[in-house]
């Protein structure tokens, strides 16, 4: 973490915005939902970013975005420092296959009429100009490097368990040697000794080719295995954005922490005092005025309510968009 | 329960096989309809007497095993002498065909529209479906007869009203699994490997939307074979003296009192034939249709 | 096993098969445990385990091609496998009620949540409209939905999943119940919802105390939530015990792989402990122990012979050479 200042980042968005009108029914005006309200990130080679937060806090827009499945209403989305969003589209299309996504459903993601083999070539029928064997070398060679064998080549993703078909969905996201892959929640529908396989594997891609992960996940004990740095989302906002050591070692917003306490922990030792959450996540639709959280946080006084924090940053380099930990009055913080 | 890898891969045909040859239904259906299929193929060989042929001496003859029937006319013979047997062999070459006809039209239509529906939205979806939904808002036999009788009457318009009939089907239902396909990962994921619009509808969702569709071109089948019998009734399909199994059973009218044998088996076959389609339509849909298995 | 009479819910040797024919597959597979009035037994495993197909069984909500066969099956003393149908359930929906998964597609999304708790409250208690709708608010208040009055009146889809879940809760609770049964009840909810539910679930099974069982395949939320666990690996039992002592020693090697699988676990960027190859399904279920194929430990006769259960009363694992304090195999 020391040379943060010396890599460049090969990834980084700037004041991402995306915004959606929705009809809110007969007579009603259109109502805006802010999915993405002004977000920051940069991610190095090698290195991953974990973005945390629970169902609607625009971690899965993020993840569109990246792969330019959708383009964001405001914002640059620099890729190797170019502004993907302003290039012409041949060049677009090609960087394009340097970004790949892994998705959380390994059911869902692999069409179920193609076999394995058709599958993985894909992107390189459709990218490039390589003859049918040199295809099938290529999908033959990913397929153990994901620790599949060479007959899978020939079967259908129905004839695979959910772990297995994971591989296959990252040696299909590997096929145009990408250099970040975006994986949206990759081992939360796979089994606790499948997920072990798997996180192995992409950590071992990592390490082997140099990839950069956008690892999306609301398992934080997952995140804190895995993540380099870590970016806690919340609403639409980044409320706090660190490296794994802060975020976990000393949470400072109060919704990181109560994330923190959430999560069940096996060893007595590493479980945290619990900061229970009132209430549930507010409509994005009609997010409540100043800091999104205040109506669920036991600290918020009437600051909260009025205006809006900013991330602002911390003497641990971390950023947190806090009032309470501006002023200094978040007890844990004073004790600590 | 987890999936485990079986030592020999089941290829998807077999596994489709063994769901199908469980219902013995569909497999009686099948078996009728391959039979229908190589009597019209070999009609030529199979017929005892050319379908056209008038046998003067023979007018109205009874089957073979009643009272004053021949071992020459199986089935008997109509009002002018021709055998019942021979033509209702090549009244399935005919019949069959136009249903292929019909159907392939309608599928292959219907399939365009709804895709297109389906995966453009907007404008395009709302545009298709409204032509969809007037159609359907006609009763089908009477938009049918509306057609024909603009474009006069012959089997090969028939055929084509009959397609534009059943069009709108294909075209929800084909809208309605784009739909239910669309938003799933494997589509994303072939847009992010930068895959074309025509691609992502005919090659990625097309494959996964085909089972519900299959499943409602058999039945169509049947449909056709029946719509087409009902307008050759109405004299509005095959005209005279072409075998088709609707216009025999129409220009039989008369002797519905007098000789039984000149429309009972045209009605019989009509019957069976569609059964047989509605058998195999149904064992399709439960061995295509992952939500029935297990 | 046990003394049937002593405790709350008593399951001996329960099978569940499905299937029919030359191989019927054994999805729970001769499982024993118990369960005492205010307490809180966790059953772990991964996906195929047979964890929830057991409690099903419990219920007798298992539909025609699965059997279930036991050799006793006691809930407060009484012998469930000698009741008619209608008897048992009337005992398996007052005595006893269950929580599923996923609380959006368990409530009925054409009546209000009202109607849905009155239902349940009319089948076993009776009273008049009135009534039961006074109870169903205060039931609602009971599982901490704000403004109960108004929202007796919503439809499912009016609520959230954590509210949801709550109604469920709600609806679980109308009868009393002794035993309460939840199914996964948060893997569907989100991690801060998911600490709120659990919270409710224990403060009202400590309130009313009742018995608990907690089915789940995540670790950490037994180990927090419960007194004893019960691990269960391809239909059977491999392990029980308290969870106190599960947790800081397992004695079998499937406990301690699935322990040691956890992120958790892995100290700093270290490689994880993964179990090779996977649960093994309807068709390659292997002889003697069921995990030796994936058992770093295994010798020649965990491959031909079955173990049994080894260990004192309530501490038990079904390994020939279960696991000492340090995570050794005895010799």
Same mark, same amino acid.
């Given at each position: 973490?020391?040379?943060?200042?010396?890599?460049?980042?090969?990834?980084?968005?700037?004041?991402?915005?995306?915004?959606?009108?929705?009809?809110?029914?007969?007579?009603?005006?259109?109502?805006?939902?802010?999915?993405?309200?002004?977000?920051?990130?940069?991610?190095?080679?090698?290195?991953?970013?974990?973005?945390?937060?629970?169902?609607?806090?625009?971690?899965?827009?993020?993840?569109?975005?990246?792969?330019?499945?959708?383009?964001?209403?405001?914002?640059?989305?620099?890729?190797?420092?170019?502004?993907?969003?302003?290039?012409?589209?041949?060049?677009?299309?090609?960087?394009?296959?340097?970004?790949?996504?892994?998705?959380?459903?390994?059911?869902?993601?692999?069409?179920?009429?193609?076999?394995?083999?058709?599958?993985?070539?894909?992107?390189?029928?459709?990218?490039?100009?390589?003859?049918?064997?040199?295809?099938?070398?290529?999908?033959?060679?990913?397929?153990?490097?994901?620790?599949?064998?060479?007959?899978?080549?020939?079967?259908?993703?129905?004839?695979?368990?959910?772990?297995?078909?994971?591989?296959?969905?990252?040696?299909?996201?590997?096929?145009?040697?990408?250099?970040?892959?975006?994986?949206?929640?990759?081992?939360?529908?796979?089994?606790?000794?499948?997920?072990?396989?798997?996180?192995?594997?992409?950590?071992?891609?990592?390490?082997?080719?140099?990839?950069?992960?956008?690892?999306?996940?609301?398992?934080?004990?997952?995140?804190?295995?895995?993540?380099?740095?870590?970016?806690?989302?919340?609403?639409?906002?980044?409320?706090?954005?660190?490296?794994?050591?802060?975020?976990?070692?000393?949470?400072?917003?109060?919704?990181?922490?109560?994330?923190?306490?959430?999560?069940?922990?096996?060893?007595?030792?590493?479980?945290?005092?619990?900061?229970?959450?009132?209430?549930?996540?507010?409509?994005?639709?009609?997010?409540?005025?100043?800091?999104?959280?205040?109506?669920?946080?036991?600290?918020?006084?009437?600051?909260?309510?009025?205006?809006?924090?900013?991330?602002?940053?911390?003497?641990?380099?971390?950023?947190?968009?806090?009032?309470?930990?501006?002023?200094?009055?978040?007890?844990?913080?004073?004790?600590? | 329960?987890?999936?485990?890898?079986?030592?020999?891969?089941?290829?998807?045909?077999?596994?489709?096989?063994?769901?199908?040859?469980?219902?013995?239904?569909?497999?009686?259906?099948?078996?009728?309809?391959?039979?229908?299929?190589?009597?019209?193929?070999?009609?030529?060989?199979?017929?005892?007497?050319?379908?056209?042929?008038?046998?003067?001496?023979?007018?109205?003859?009874?089957?073979?095993?009643?009272?004053?029937?021949?071992?020459?006319?199986?089935?008997?013979?109509?009002?002018?002498?021709?055998?019942?047997?021979?033509?209702?062999?090549?009244?399935?070459?005919?019949?069959?065909?136009?249903?292929?006809?019909?159907?392939?039209?309608?599928?292959?239509?219907?399939?365009?529209?709804?895709?297109?529906?389906?995966?453009?939205?907007?404008?395009?979806?709302?545009?298709?479906?409204?032509?969809?939904?007037?159609?359907?808002?006609?009763?089908?036999?009477?938009?049918?007869?509306?057609?024909?009788?603009?474009?006069?009457?012959?089997?090969?318009?028939?055929?084509?009203?009959?397609?534009?009939?059943?069009?709108?089907?294909?075209?929800?239902?084909?809208?309605?699994?784009?739909?239910?396909?669309?938003?799933?990962?494997?589509?994303?994921?072939?847009?992010?490997?930068?895959?074309?619009?025509?691609?992502?509808?005919?090659?990625?969702?097309?494959?996964?939307?085909?089972?519900?569709?299959?499943?409602?071109?058999?039945?169509?089948?049947?449909?056709?074979?029946?719509?087409?019998?009902?307008?050759?009734?109405?004299?509005?399909?095959?005209?005279?003296?072409?075998?088709?199994?609707?216009?025999?059973?129409?220009?039989?009218?008369?002797?519905?009192?007098?000789?039984?044998?000149?429309?009972?088996?045209?009605?019989?076959?009509?019957?069976?034939?569609?059964?047989?389609?509605?058998?195999?339509?149904?064992?399709?849909?439960?061995?295509?249709?992952?939500?029935?298995?297990? | 096993?046990?003394?049937?009479?002593?405790?709350?819910?008593?399951?001996?040797? /329960?099978?569940? %098969? $499905?299937?029919? +024919?030359?191989?019927?597959?054994? =999805?729970?597979?001769?499982?024993?445990?118990?369960?005492? &009035?205010?307490?809180?037994?966790?059953?772990?495993?991964?996906?195929?385990?047979?964890?929830?197909?057991?409690?099903?069984?419990?219920?007798?909500?298992?539909?025609?091609?699965?059997?279930?066969?036991?050799?006793?099956?006691?809930?407060?003393?009484?012998?469930?496998?000698?009741?008619?149908?209608?008897?048992?359930?009337?005992?398996?929906?007052?005595?006893?009620?269950?929580?599923?998964?996923?609380?959006?597609?368990? /409530?009925?999304? %054409? $009546?209000?949540? +009202?109607?849905?708790?009155?239902? =349940?409250?009319?089948?076993?208690?009776?009273?008049?409209? &009135?009534?039961?709708?006074?109870?169903?608010?205060?039931?609602?208040?009971?599982?901490?939905?704000?403004?109960?009055?108004?929202?007796?009146?919503?439809?499912?889809?009016?609520?959230?999943?954590?509210?949801?879940?709550?109604?469920?809760?709600?609806?679980?609770?109308?009868?009393?119940?002794?035993?309460?049964?939840?199914?996964?009840?948060?893997?569907?909810?989100?991690?801060?919802?998911?600490?709120?539910?659990?919270? /409710?679930?224990?403060?009202?099974?400590?309130?009313?105390?009742?018995?608990?069982?907690?089915?789940?395949?995540?670790?950490?939320?037994? &180990?927090?939530?419960?007194?004893?666990?019960?691990?269960?690996?391809?239909?059977?039992?491999?392990?029980?015990?308290?969870?106190?002592?599960?947790?800081?020693?397992?004695?079998?090697?499937?406990?301690?792989?699935?322990?040691?699988?956890?992120?958790?676990?892995?100290?700093?960027?270290?490689?994880?402990?993964?179990?090779?190859?996977?649960?093994?399904?309807?068709?390659?279920?292997?002889?003697?122990?069921?995990?030796?194929?994936?058992?770093?430990?295994?010798?020649?006769?965990?491959?031909?012979?079955?173990?049994?259960?080894?260990?004192?009363?309530?501490?038990?694992?079904?390994?020939?050479?279960?696991?000492?304090?340090?995570?050794?195999?005895?010799?």
């Amino acid at each position: 973490m020391t040379d943060t200042q010396s890599t460049r980042p090969i990834m980084q968005g700037l004041g991402l915005k995306q915004h959606y009108s929705v009809n809110q029914g007969m007579m009603k005006p259109k109502g805006t939902v802010k999915a993405l309200d002004g977000v920051n990130f940069s991610v190095e080679a090698g290195k991953t970013l974990a973005v945390v937060g629970e169902s609607g806090c625009g971690k899965s827009t993020l993840a569109r975005l990246l792969t330019m499945i959708e383009t964001p209403t405001e914002g640059a989305l620099e890729f190797d420092g170019q502004d993907l969003l302003k290039l012409d589209k041949a060049k677009r299309k090609e960087l394009r296959q340097r970004i790949q996504i892994i998705f959380q459903n390994p059911y869902g993601s692999l069409n179920p009429r193609k076999k394995v083999g058709t599958i993985l070539e894909e992107p390189l029928v459709i990218n490039t100009k390589l003859s049918k064997a040199e295809r099938k070398e290529k999908a033959i060679a990913l397929l153990q490097k994901v620790g599949l064998r060479p007959e899978h080549y020939d079967r259908y993703p129905h004839m695979f368990s959910g772990g297995q078909r994971q591989r296959i969905a990252i040696a299909r996201g590997l096929m145009m040697n990408p250099k970040v892959v975006v994986a949206d929640e990759p081992v939360s529908a796979l089994d606790v000794s499948v997920q072990a396989q798997v996180l192995n594997l992409m950590m071992d891609l990592q390490d082997e080719l140099g990839l950069a992960y956008v690892f999306i996940s609301h398992d934080l004990s997952v995140v804190e295995h895995i993540a380099d740095e870590v970016m806690v989302m919340y609403l639409g906002k980044v409320v706090e954005y660190g490296s794994t050591e802060q975020i976990f070692g000393n949470p400072q917003h109060p919704y990181t922490r109560a994330l923190l306490s959430s999560t069940p922990r096996i060893e007595p030792e590493k479980r945290i005092d619990k900061i229970r959450l009132t209430g549930e996540l507010p409509s994005p639709l009609n997010p409540p005025s100043g800091c999104a959280f205040h109506g669920r946080c036991q600290f918020a006084n009437e600051r909260c309510s009025a205006e809006t924090p900013v991330l602002t940053e911390q003497s641990d380099a971390s950023t947190v968009a806090c009032f309470g930990v501006d002023e200094g009055r978040l007890p844990y913080l004073v004790s600590a | 329960m987890t999936q485990t890898l079986a030592t020999k891969p089941v290829s998807p045909l077999a596994e489709f096989w063994s769901y199908f040859s469980s219902n013995k239904g569909a497999l009686a259906g099948l078996g009728f309809i391959v039979v229908i299929v190589l009597l019209a193929i070999f009609a030529d060989f199979v017929a005892p007497h050319h379908p056209h042929e008038q046998f003067r001496d023979f007018i109205l003859t009874p089957p073979a095993w009643t009272d004053g029937g021949t071992s020459q006319f199986l089935l008997g013979t109509d009002g002018v002498g021709r055998d019942i047997l021979s033509r209702l062999i090549h009244g399935a070459r005919l019949s069959l065909l136009i249903g292929l006809v019909i159907v392939t039209l309608s599928l292959a239509m219907g399939i365009c529209l709804g895709l297109a529906a389906g995966f453009f939205g907007g404008a395009v979806d709302s545009a298709v479906m409204r032509v969809a939904d007037v159609l359907l808002a006609m009763p089908p036999l009477l938009l049918a007869i509306a057609v024909v009788a603009i474009l006069g009457p012959s089997i090969v318009n028939s055929g084509l009203a009959l397609s534009l009939v059943y069009l709108p089907h294909y075209v929800r239902l084909t809208r309605a699994s784009v739909l239910s396909e669309i938003n799933k990962d494997y589509v994303v994921s072939s847009r992010v490997a930068g895959a074309s619009s025509l691609r992502l509808m005919f090659i990625t969702i097309l494959p996964n939307c085909l089972a519900p569709l299959i499943v409602q071109a058999t039945l169509g089948f049947s449909n056709a074979i029946l719509d087409m019998a009902a307008l050759g009734f109405l004299g509005l399909g095959a005209q005279p003296p072409l075998p088709e199994w609707g216009s025999m059973l129409a220009t039989a009218r008369e002797f519905i009192q007098s000789a039984w044998w000149v429309v009972t088996f045209p009605g019989l076959v009509i019957l069976l034939t569609v059964l047989a389609f509605n058998l195999m339509g149904d064992g399709l849909r439960d061995a295509l249709d992952p939500k029935l298995k297990q | 096993m046990t003394d049937h009479a002593n405790h709350l819910l008593s399951v001996d040797q /329960l099978s569940v %098969a $499905f299937g029919t +024919g030359k191989r019927p597959f054994t =999805a729970v597979d001769r499982i024993s445990y118990h369960v005492d &009035a205010g307490e809180v037994v966790g059953i772990v495993g991964e996906s195929g385990s047979g964890k929830s197909v057991s409690s099903l069984a419990l219920m007798g909500l298992i539909d025609f091609p699965g059997k279930v066969s036991a050799e006793g099956l006691s809930f407060k003393g009484t012998n469930l496998l000698t009741l008619s149908e209608k008897q048992r359930r009337k005992i398996t929906g007052a005595d006893i009620s269950m929580i599923f998964q996923d609380p959006m597609t368990s /409530l009925n999304p %054409a $009546f209000t949540v +009202g109607n849905q708790i009155m239902e =349940a409250i009319e089948v076993h208690q009776g009273g008049t409209p &009135a009534e039961r709708r006074d109870k169903a608010i205060d039931l609602l208040r009971q599982v901490g939905i704000p403004a109960p009055e108004s929202r007796i009146d919503n439809f499912p889809h009016q609520l959230s999943g954590g509210m949801s879940q709550r109604v469920m809760i709600a609806m679980a609770i109308a009868c009393d119940p002794k035993l309460l049964i939840a199914d996964e009840p948060t893997t569907a909810l989100d991690v801060t919802i998911q600490a709120q539910i659990i919270e /409710l679930l224990l403060k009202l099974q400590r309130e009313k105390q009742m018995g608990l069982i907690l089915i789940t395949h995540d670790l950490a939320l037994v &180990a927090e939530a419960a007194d004893r666990v019960v691990v269960m690996y391809a239909g059977q039992i491999v392990e029980t015990g308290p969870a106190s002592e599960i947790f800081k020693a397992p004695r079998h090697p499937y406990t301690q792989a699935l322990m040691r699988s956890l992120p958790e676990s892995a100290s700093g960027s270290d490689r994880l402990q993964a179990l090779p190859g996977v649960v093994p399904g309807a068709n390659d279920r292997p002889s003697g122990c069921l995990l030796n194929p994936r058992c770093p430990y295994a010798t020649e006769r965990c491959r031909t012979e079955e173990p049994g259960y080894i260990g004192p009363e309530g501490r038990q694992a079904k390994c020939f050479f279960p696991l000492d304090d340090n995570g050794r195999p005895a010799a």
